[in-house]
């Protein structure tokens, strides 16, 4: 059964306070306490930010006890990954392009 989820995830990572949750989670999984002694905002701001990730699939909540430990899902950060790869060699190879430019200028 595939997982359907309700929001982008570019439209996740667009947010810098979920950007800064995945950089948190590549360390260790977290408890939303835990996440929130980062931010200025309430752990109930937090823990929805951590649940748009779950939705998305960048995050995976599992249950320990009574805390929830959200992980970094990996898999899908080399999915978004693998999708930027073409633009990352377009932008290489025009920034190329333009040295080429710029050292026959300086001729």
Known sequence: MTQITRRDVF?????????????????QAMTPNALAEHFKSSRQAVSKHANI????????????????????????IKEIDAWLEPFRQLWADRFDQLDQLLNHLKK
């Open 11 to 27: 439209q996740a990572i667009a947010d810098p306070t979920r950007r800064a949750i995945l950089g948190l989670l590549l360390a």
């Open 53 to 76: 990730l779950a939705e998305c699939g960048l995050v995976t909540p599992e249950m320990a006890g009574r805390e929830i430990y959200y992980h970094l899902n990996t898999q899908k």
